[in-house]
Nanobody
């Protein structure tokens, strides 16, 4: 399974971006999906996740109310709508496929990762 993330770029503070991630094929099981990010000199951190059913969508406290995760199961895709962006949101954003149907906040529960897409927010 390969994940391809896209949609990153340079945006001014207060602006919006929409990230997309598509899986090359179904895994044969029902998987949750998620977005993580890693800023320079920092550890990778959880941003948002969505369960297979879509009923569970946990968010990091730092992005609640500003980011929205969604998925299209027919397309094996997950999206991250980011609004009211801040300079501290600057990072490489990675999409990932969970080992289970849940939307885990723990990166160790994800076994497939995309290549990352750079998001830069200028002040």
């Amino acid at each position: 399974v390969q994940l391809q993330a896209s949609g990153g770029g340079l945006v001014q503070a207060g602006g919006s971006l929409r990230l997309s991630c598509a899986a090359s094929k179904r895994t044969g099981s029902n998987n949750g999906m998620g977005w993580f990010r890693q800023a320079p000199g920092k550890e990778r951190e959880f941003v948002a996740g969505v369960s297979w059913s879509g009923a569970s969508t946990p968010y990091a406290d730092s992005v609640k109310g500003r980011f929205t995760i969604s998925r299209d199961r027919a397309k094996n895709a997950v999206y991250l709508q980011m609004s009211s962006l801040r300079p501290e949101d600057t990072a490489i954003y990675y999409c990932a496929l969970s080992r289970t149907s849940y939307a885990s906040t723990d990166y160790s529960q994800y076994n497939y990762w995309g290549q990352g897409t750079q998001v830069t927010v200028s002040s």
